[in-house]
């Protein structure tokens, strides 16, 4: 193992909460580490359209590309590994990986969240291509007046099923098998906003002749764009081991300044509870690095 390290600062996570703090840190004089597992759900957005600056939109992994460079032109420490252990010391943190570890004053957990993807072949190409989504918020301006399906486990289907009817008149819920089926009132909200709740569970979903199809009990149903609704997996373990707390789904709880309850413990991003969008990661990771610093020299001034 090399030699451990020090800085004021450690960001755990390289997507653009965690790279914009590490520049904003970098710029007030700051001693920051990056310690990256290439985890960013950015890398495998195709296109974004609502980050600022970019009128065509910008492919998700050239916007984080750019971001790296960014991050290149300071004086940043930036380790390519999957932090394993975070604990607390008598002067801040230790970080661990495999080969390596870091000792730091602050931490700021920029962990973020995967996508919980179904099931079929060929996902990276119908992602890519716009057969499979994930974010309404985001391309739902690309799916109006399409022919649209929901793939989900449960009542948050018929929920996103609705936030998408704003855009097209044709949306259709799909239940996957193991789902709990939807009650009276999931029904009514569905059948008053004509979302169409098709019979049986999810078989298979395939890219057929341009389309996304979903087999469903003994039916095909082929659809211009297929929203996956089934969650996400919220990376806030190694915070929790750290003794900070979250909400009922796993969301890291911080205050305004992005401050954790533990003490020098930050976080920003998806992997805290807000509108999961590239802008607000970014300015998530600009507060958290501008009250990280304000903490420091206070502490220094103490």
């Not at 030699?3 to 970098?26: D, F, H, M, Q, S």
Request: hydrophobic content about 45%; proline content about 5%; some cysteine.
């Amino acid at each position: 193992m090399e030699a451990v390290r020090r800085k004021e600062v450690a960001i755990v996570g390289g997507g653009p909460a965690g790279l914009a703090a590490a520049v904003y840190l970098a710029r007030l004089k700051r001693s920051v580490a990056v310690i990256d597992g290439s985890q960013s759900r950015l890398a495998n957005v195709p296109r974004t359209r609502n980050y600022p600056g970019f009128p065509d939109g910008i492919p998700g992994p050239a916007l984080l590309a750019a971001l790296r460079e960014q991050v290149s032109r300071y004086p940043i420490d930036h380790v390519g590994a999957q932090v394993e252990s975070l604990e607390r010391t008598s002067d801040g943190f230790r970080l661990a990986w495999p080969g390596g570890a870091l000792d730091a004053r602050m931490v700021l957990m920029a962990t973020g969240a995967s996508d919980v993807p179904p099931a079929m072949p060929h996902l990276a190409h119908a992602l890519r291509t716009g057969l499979l989504r994930y974010c309404p918020v985001c391309d739902g301006y690309e799916v109006i007046d399409l022919k649209v399906g929901v793939v989900a486990n449960g009542a948050a289907g018929v929920q996103e099923a609705l936030y998408l009817r704003h855009f097209t008149d044709d949306v259709t819920v799909f239940m996957m098998p193991d789902a709990p089926a939807l009650d009276a009132a999931e029904h009514a909200r569905a059948g008053k906003a004509s979302i169409r709740l098709a019979a049986g569970a999810v078989d298979s979903i395939r890219e057929w002749n341009g389309k996304i199809s979903v087999r469903h009990g003994t039916e095909d149903t082929a659809c211009d764009s297929l929203y996956s609704a089934l969650g996400l997996r919220i990376h806030s373990n190694l915070a929790q081991e750290a003794g900070a707390r979250t909400d009922e789904n796993g969301y890291l709880v911080t205050d305004r300044h992005h401050a954790t309850n533990v003490r020098g413990l930050y976080a920003a991003g998806d992997v805290t509870l807000g509108l999961n969008q590239i802008s607000v990661a970014v300015g998530g990771g600009a507060i958290a690095g501008a009250a990280m610093h304000l903490a420091l020299a206070r502490a220094e001034r103490d």
